[in-house]
């Protein structure tokens, strides 16, 4: 079997008193979209900010894209793009420079460009100031850069949150339609209807430890209910 995108094995994190990862194991298989769901504070962000390699490791084995997160931090941030779930654009230029100068960092800017352009779909409006988007707008301009430079791992905290339903559901065909062979997506969520729709396999985390992990169908027939949220009341109850 080709190794996974990321393996995640016995991940401590502490933030002074607080314990926010304990002992979190699992994997993305390349090619999936994997998503990490749970209540606010269960520790989803810590996760995802330490594989994108902002957060040092306290314990445990974190391998991203073949690479060591700690002993090859800059391994990692060549093989994937992460975004935050606060993230903002360079509101003084448009949306158009902002992926243009996102662009001229790898090889083929203009086809980058091309791309980044079409995936963010905003029309004319791609040529105004990001300042004047709306969240939706700049939400979908971040995520349009993130992937049109075709990473092997992207890593999006949270990306429909605040959105309306036609910009989430844009948004999620976007990104259920990145993934392929070499290319995989690890994305957080409140939402577990959409994580749901999203994701080939699901861990979900609960003060900080994984407390059931699988494909949606597998949770729903463990658990023998109708749906995630229904699987999330079972475990954390
Ligand atoms: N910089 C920090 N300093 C101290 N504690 C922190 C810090 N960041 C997060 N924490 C704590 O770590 C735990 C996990 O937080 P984290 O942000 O990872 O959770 P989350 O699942 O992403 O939450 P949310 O869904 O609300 O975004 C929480 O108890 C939080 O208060």
């Not at 070499?182 to 969520?189: C, G, K, P, T, Y």
């Amino acid at each position: 079997m080709s190794r996974p995108s990321v393996s995640v094995d016995e991940l401590a994190k502490r933030y002074g008193d607080v314990q926010a990862l304990d002992s979190v194991s699992f994997e993305v298989r390349r090619g999936e979209i994997f998503g990490l769901v749970g209540p606010n504070g269960a520790g989803k962000s810590t996760t995802l900010r330490t594989l994108a390699t902002l957060l040092h490791v306290d314990d445990g084995d974190v391998t991203v894209c073949g690479h060591d997160v700690e002993q090859e931090a800059i391994d990692v941030r060549e093989s994937i793009r992460y975004l935050p779930d606060e993230a903002g654009a360079y509101e003084s230029i448009s949306g158009r420079k902002n992926l243009r100068f996102v662009a001229d960092f790898y090889g083929d800017a203009d086809e980058c460009l091309d791309r980044g352009v079409e995936m963010a779909d905003l029309g004319e409006r791609i040529d105004d100031a990001a300042g004047e988007y709306s969240k939706g707008m700049t939400r979908k301009l971040l995520l349009a850069s993130a992937l049109m430079t075709d990473p092997d791992l992207v890593i999006l905290d949270e990306p429909t949150s605040g959105l309306d339903v036609r910009n989430s559901r844009k948004v999620r065909e976007i990104i259920k339609s990145y993934p392929d062979e070499d290319r995989s997506v690890l994305l957080s969520s409140h939402d577990m209807l959409e994580v749901e729709y999203l994701c080939d396999r699901v861990g979900l985390l609960n003060d900080g430890q994984i407390v059931a992990q699988g494909s949606p169908a597998e949770l729903l027939e463990r658990y023998d209910v109708a749906n995630l949220e229904d699987v999330f009341m079972e475990v954390v109850a």
